[in-house]
């Protein structure tokens, strides 16, 4: 079993990590937790600010009651501030939230206000054991290959993805919102997250269409489980529109996505690829779900992920949320290969 305690090598990995977000004495910071959160990463971050001589506080709210029909987990999209005015009017004036909520604070709903205030940056530090996260820890030579991925979802106009399985997915991205972290970022309104390590696109409205067939050995995010049997879906106008599968995998995905009783939570939310050359599959064999928020597999180099739930560039919002890596799939974009069968191809291999 793994142990939660401060380890000198974890608290060096926190002064590598914040440094290469452009922490050092005198920075501004604010550590966001709440009261579920996992002690030993506000720890952490606690010490590593007070090591680098940022000039920093620490807020912690009461982690909020449930509202959902079913539990929530690994969505990105913390309820923790609660719309607090003062923690809001704080974290606008610090130059970077070390973000150490359960969910974090990707897509809070008052991060648009705070990213406007033109101060804040956010890094997310996952809730991860800090194993997972010393064993993905950023590094800067990962930056220009997240920014040359990103780049090309920007130029393209449509992502195809087809895989053996019988995946055969047709995504116009043609202006779509494009993003991504390399796990750092030094730049006012910057979204990080440790693991990071990916390239994605917001689809527009009735731009996604297909099919998809998730193959043994992909994963659901959600339920941080590697899939044991098929699930083919079928995706018209960017809904999912059937589930079939006969194993425990589509059996779990439809009740968990009926419960919503939300045609939203149909919708696709983003579509990209993981870049990170650290992050393994099969780690998830290894930790137990308590141990990870599975960040780490949005990050799988060369993985195809693609999610449902909220897309608030199509006008979709929705607190049902899967983040679905899958394996062995073939990216193009205008026809360009940047993944086959599975593997980044030209400027982007790792
Ligand atoms: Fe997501």
């Not at 990995?13 to 004495?25: D, H, K, P, T, W």
Request: net charge negative.
């Amino acid at each position: 079993m793994l142990q939660e305690r401060i380890e000198g090598k974890w608290l060096d990995c926190f002064r590598r990590v914040f440094a290469l977000n452009g922490i050092s004495r005198g920075t501004k910071v604010a550590i966001l937790s709440e009261t579920q959160s996992r002690p030993v990463l506000v720890q952490l971050s606690d010490l590593a600010l007070h090591d680098l001589g940022a000039d920093y506080c620490m807020i912690q709210m009461p982690t909020p009651r449930q509202t959902a029909p079913v539990p929530v987990k690994s969505t990105g999209t913390s309820w923790a501030i609660q719309g607090n005015r003062a923690v809001i009017e704080a974290l606008k004036g610090v130059e970077v939230i070390v973000d150490c909520t359960v969910e974090g604070l990707i897509h809070a709903p008052e991060w648009p206000e705070i990213e406007d205030a033109g101060i804040a940056r956010l890094l997310v530090v996952c809730n991860e054991h800090p194993e997972i996260l010393e064993r993905t820890e950023p590094t800067a030579d990962i930056a220009a290959k997240v920014e040359l991925g990103i780049q090309m979802l920007r130029d393209a106009r449509e992502m195809r993805v087809t895989s053996p399985a019988g995946t055969d997915l047709v995504i116009d991205i043609d202006g779509a919102p494009c993003g991504g972290t390399p796990g750092f970022g030094t730049r006012p309104g910057a979204v990080a997250h440790w693991p990071g390590g990916l390239c994605l696109a917001f689809p527009g409205k009735n731009s996604v269409n297909g099919r998809i067939v998730m193959d043994v050995g992909d994963m659901n995010l959600t339920f941080k489980t590697v899939l044991t049997s098929r699930i083919d879906f079928t995706v018209e106008n960017d809904f999912v529109t059937a589930i079939k599968g006969d194993g425990i995998d589509a059996l779990h995905f439809r009740e968990y996505m009926e419960a919503w009783e939300d045609r939203n939570a149909f919708g696709m939310s983003h579509v990209g690829w993981g870049m990170h050359p650290r992050a393994k599959w099969v780690s998830a064999v290894m930790y137990d779900k308590r141990d990870m928020q599975a960040v780490e597999f949005r990050a799988l180099a060369g993985s195809f992920l693609w999610s449902t739930g909220a897309n608030q560039y199509a006008g979709r919002y929705t607190l049902g949320h899967f983040d679905l890596p899958m394996r062995n799939c073939t990216i193009t974009l205008d026809g360009r290969t940047v993944v086959k069968d599975g593997v980044l191809q030209g400027e982007l291999a790792v």
